[in-house]
Protein backbone atom coordinates (compact mmCIF):
# COMPACT_ATOMS: atom_id res chain seq x y z
CA UNK A 1 0.00 0.00 0.00
CA UNK A 2 1.68 3.58 -0.90
CA UNK A 3 1.41 6.58 1.09
CA UNK A 4 -1.59 7.81 -0.31
CA UNK A 5 -4.07 4.70 0.16
CA UNK A 6 -2.68 4.49 3.71
CA UNK A 7 -3.48 7.93 4.16
CA UNK A 8 -7.53 6.85 2.81
CA UNK A 9 -7.18 3.91 5.21
CA UNK A 10 -6.60 5.73 8.26
CA UNK A 11 -8.73 8.49 8.21
CA UNK A 12 -5.85 10.76 9.04
CA UNK A 13 -7.21 12.86 11.96
CA UNK A 14 -5.40 16.23 12.71
CA UNK A 15 -3.40 14.80 15.52
CA UNK A 16 -2.14 12.08 13.29
CA UNK A 17 -1.25 14.43 10.31
CA UNK A 18 1.02 15.84 12.64
CA UNK A 19 2.67 13.42 14.11
CA UNK A 20 3.45 11.99 10.64
CA UNK A 21 5.44 15.44 9.54
CA UNK A 22 7.29 15.27 12.62
CA UNK A 23 10.94 13.90 11.85
CA UNK A 24 10.29 14.12 8.10
CA UNK A 25 12.41 16.42 5.85
CA UNK A 26 11.19 19.53 3.58
CA UNK A 27 10.94 17.29 0.60
CA UNK A 28 8.97 14.75 2.71
CA UNK A 29 6.64 16.76 4.29
CA UNK A 30 5.72 18.92 0.82
CA UNK A 31 5.20 15.03 -0.76
CA UNK A 32 2.88 14.25 2.17
CA UNK A 33 0.92 17.21 1.83
CA UNK A 34 0.41 17.23 -1.44
CA UNK A 35 -0.97 13.54 -0.97
CA UNK A 36 -3.41 14.80 1.44
CA UNK A 37 -4.58 17.62 -0.48
CA UNK A 38 -5.38 15.16 -3.41
CA UNK A 39 -6.97 12.39 -1.28
CA UNK A 40 -9.11 14.55 0.71
CA UNK A 41 -9.41 17.74 -1.48
CA UNK A 42 -10.63 21.35 0.30
CA UNK A 43 -14.06 22.62 -1.69
CA UNK A 44 -13.31 25.73 -3.58
CA UNK A 45 -15.90 27.85 -1.44
CA UNK A 46 -17.74 27.62 1.77
CA UNK A 47 -21.04 26.38 2.09
CA UNK A 48 -23.87 27.27 3.20
CA UNK A 49 -26.78 24.91 4.47
CA UNK A 50 -30.11 25.47 4.45
CA UNK A 51 -31.94 22.92 6.61
CA UNK A 52 -29.25 20.44 6.36
CA UNK A 53 -29.70 20.35 2.68
CA UNK A 54 -26.00 21.00 0.62
CA UNK A 55 -26.62 23.26 -2.70
CA UNK A 56 -26.54 20.16 -4.76
CA UNK A 57 -29.37 18.53 -2.78
CA UNK A 58 -31.66 21.16 -2.51
CA UNK A 59 -30.93 21.96 -6.42
CA UNK A 60 -31.58 17.51 -6.50
CA UNK A 61 -34.81 18.16 -4.47
CA UNK A 62 -36.02 21.23 -6.53
CA UNK A 63 -35.59 19.19 -9.70
CA UNK A 64 -37.82 16.31 -8.44
CA UNK A 65 -40.23 18.89 -7.10
CA UNK A 66 -40.69 19.78 -10.92
CA UNK A 67 -40.93 16.17 -12.08
CA UNK A 68 -44.51 13.72 -12.06
CA UNK A 69 -44.53 10.53 -11.16
CA UNK A 70 -48.47 9.30 -10.85
CA UNK A 71 -51.33 10.09 -12.85
CA UNK A 72 -53.62 12.01 -11.08
CA UNK A 73 -55.98 8.64 -10.79
CA UNK A 74 -53.00 7.00 -9.44
CA UNK A 75 -52.37 9.79 -6.82
CA UNK A 76 -56.57 9.34 -5.98
CA UNK A 77 -56.09 5.82 -5.60
CA UNK A 78 -53.28 6.18 -3.34
CA UNK A 79 -55.07 9.10 -1.23
CA UNK A 80 -57.80 6.37 -0.90
CA UNK A 81 -55.42 3.97 0.14
CA UNK A 82 -53.09 5.59 3.02
CA UNK A 83 -56.55 6.78 4.57
CA UNK A 84 -57.56 3.21 4.63
CA UNK A 85 -54.02 2.25 6.78
CA UNK A 86 -54.17 5.70 9.28
CA UNK A 87 -57.18 7.16 8.60
CA UNK A 88 -59.05 10.52 10.69
CA UNK A 89 -60.53 9.54 13.95
CA UNK A 90 -61.00 12.18 16.83
CA UNK A 91 -57.10 12.51 17.77
CA UNK A 92 -55.70 13.46 14.52
CA UNK A 93 -56.02 13.75 11.14
CA UNK A 94 -55.85 11.26 8.08
CA UNK A 95 -52.83 10.42 6.48
CA UNK A 96 -54.04 12.33 3.13
CA UNK A 97 -54.42 15.36 5.18
CA UNK A 98 -50.93 14.73 6.66
CA UNK A 99 -49.63 15.46 2.65
CA UNK A 100 -48.93 11.24 2.52
CA UNK A 101 -49.75 11.17 -1.25
CA UNK A 102 -47.04 13.66 -1.78
CA UNK A 103 -44.29 11.91 0.08
CA UNK A 104 -45.04 9.30 -1.83
CA UNK A 105 -44.64 10.95 -4.94
CA UNK A 106 -41.73 12.27 -4.29
CA UNK A 107 -40.07 9.56 -2.41
CA UNK A 108 -40.83 7.73 -5.66
CA UNK A 109 -38.63 10.17 -7.65
CA UNK A 110 -36.19 10.49 -5.16
CA UNK A 111 -35.86 6.42 -5.00
CA UNK A 112 -36.86 5.38 -8.77
CA UNK A 113 -36.59 1.16 -7.46
CA UNK A 114 -39.73 1.52 -6.13
CA UNK A 115 -41.59 3.04 -9.24
CA UNK A 116 -42.36 -0.43 -10.90
CA UNK A 117 -43.45 -2.03 -7.51
CA UNK A 118 -45.16 0.98 -6.77
CA UNK A 119 -47.42 1.26 -10.29
CA UNK A 120 -47.43 -2.21 -10.78
CA UNK A 121 -48.99 -2.49 -7.44
CA UNK A 122 -51.93 -0.28 -7.76
CA UNK A 123 -52.51 -1.58 -11.31
CA UNK A 124 -53.38 -5.02 -9.05
CA UNK A 125 -55.29 -3.45 -7.02
CA UNK A 126 -57.41 -2.58 -10.03
CA UNK A 127 -56.91 -5.84 -11.59
CA UNK A 128 -57.92 -7.88 -8.39
CA UNK A 129 -61.48 -6.01 -8.40
CA UNK A 130 -62.41 -6.10 -11.77
CA UNK A 131 -61.98 -9.89 -10.84
CA UNK A 132 -63.93 -10.10 -7.68
CA UNK A 133 -66.32 -7.05 -8.59
CA UNK A 134 -66.08 -5.87 -12.05
CA UNK A 135 -65.05 -2.69 -11.40
CA UNK A 136 -61.88 -0.98 -10.43
CA UNK A 137 -60.77 0.59 -6.99
CA UNK A 138 -61.92 3.45 -6.90
CA UNK A 139 -64.70 2.62 -8.10
CA UNK A 140 -66.25 -0.20 -5.91
CA UNK A 141 -67.69 0.69 -2.59
CA UNK A 142 -65.55 1.34 0.64
CA UNK A 143 -66.74 -2.60 2.21
CA UNK A 144 -65.98 -4.13 -1.40
CA UNK A 145 -62.49 -2.02 -1.06
CA UNK A 146 -61.66 -3.44 1.93
CA UNK A 147 -62.90 -6.88 1.03
CA UNK A 148 -59.47 -6.74 -1.10
CA UNK A 149 -57.44 -5.34 1.49
CA UNK A 150 -57.95 -7.79 4.40
CA UNK A 151 -56.86 -10.42 1.48
CA UNK A 152 -53.68 -8.43 1.86
CA UNK A 153 -53.11 -6.54 4.71
CA UNK A 154 -52.25 -9.89 7.17
CA UNK A 155 -49.11 -11.62 5.39
CA UNK A 156 -49.59 -14.54 7.26
CA UNK A 157 -53.13 -14.92 6.22
CA UNK A 158 -52.80 -13.99 2.57
CA UNK A 159 -53.33 -16.68 -0.46
CA UNK A 160 -50.54 -17.75 -2.44
CA UNK A 161 -52.44 -15.93 -5.06
CA UNK A 162 -52.39 -12.88 -2.82
CA UNK A 163 -48.64 -12.40 -2.30
CA UNK A 164 -47.98 -10.01 -5.25
CA UNK A 165 -51.17 -7.85 -3.43
CA UNK A 166 -49.07 -8.25 0.24
CA UNK A 167 -45.87 -7.21 -1.30
CA UNK A 168 -47.09 -3.80 -2.38
CA UNK A 169 -49.47 -3.24 0.51
CA UNK A 170 -46.28 -3.65 3.03
CA UNK A 171 -44.03 -1.23 1.02
CA UNK A 172 -47.27 0.99 0.91
CA UNK A 173 -48.20 0.77 4.68
CA UNK A 174 -44.02 1.33 5.14
CA UNK A 175 -44.21 4.64 3.24
CA UNK A 176 -47.46 6.05 4.98
CA UNK A 177 -46.36 5.43 8.27
CA UNK A 178 -42.78 6.91 7.31
CA UNK A 179 -45.00 10.15 5.80
CA UNK A 180 -47.33 10.45 8.21
CA UNK A 181 -45.36 10.42 11.01
CA UNK A 182 -42.76 12.87 9.81
CA UNK A 183 -45.52 15.00 8.94
CA UNK A 184 -46.45 18.21 10.98
CA UNK A 185 -49.63 16.26 12.29
CA UNK A 186 -47.61 12.91 12.99
CA UNK A 187 -45.50 14.40 14.85
CA UNK A 188 -48.23 16.43 17.13
CA UNK A 189 -50.07 13.07 17.20
CA UNK A 190 -46.98 11.69 18.56
CA UNK A 191 -46.66 14.21 21.20
CA UNK A 192 -42.76 14.24 20.19
CA UNK A 193 -41.64 17.63 21.70
CA UNK A 194 -37.88 17.56 20.58
CA UNK A 195 -35.16 19.10 22.03
CA UNK A 196 -37.20 21.29 24.49
CA UNK A 197 -34.46 23.75 26.35
CA UNK A 198 -35.56 23.81 29.93
CA UNK A 199 -34.78 24.25 33.46
CA UNK A 200 -33.10 22.24 35.95
CA UNK A 201 -33.84 22.59 39.06
CA UNK A 202 -31.65 20.06 40.94
CA UNK A 203 -32.50 16.82 42.76
CA UNK A 204 -35.95 15.97 43.66
CA UNK A 205 -36.63 16.72 47.27
CA UNK A 206 -38.01 13.70 47.93
CA UNK A 207 -35.14 11.62 46.52
CA UNK A 208 -32.57 13.74 48.44
CA UNK A 209 -34.61 12.80 51.42
CA UNK A 210 -34.72 9.08 50.57
CA UNK A 211 -31.27 8.28 50.89
CA UNK A 212 -30.51 11.00 53.22
CA UNK A 213 -28.73 13.66 51.73
CA UNK A 214 -28.88 17.33 51.13
CA UNK A 215 -27.60 19.87 49.32
CA UNK A 216 -24.92 22.10 50.58
CA UNK A 217 -26.15 25.89 51.59
CA UNK A 218 -23.64 27.16 48.73
CA UNK A 219 -25.92 25.11 46.03
CA UNK A 220 -29.00 25.65 47.40
CA UNK A 221 -32.23 25.57 44.96
CA UNK A 222 -33.62 28.14 47.53
Do not use: H
Not at 75 to 80: A, D
Not at 172 to 201: C, H, M, Q
Amino acid sequence: MDRRDLLKALSLSPLATGLLFAGMDTAEAKELEQSLNESFPQPDKKYEFANGRTPEEQKRDEELMKQKFFTDRELKLISVLVDIIIPKDEKSGSASEAGVPAFIEFIAKDMPYIKIPLRGGLNWMDVQCLKMFNKKFLDCLESEQLQLIDKIAYPEKAETGMKPGVSFFSLLRNLTASGYFSSEIGIKYLGYKGNVPNKWDGVPQEVLNKFGLSYDPVYSKN
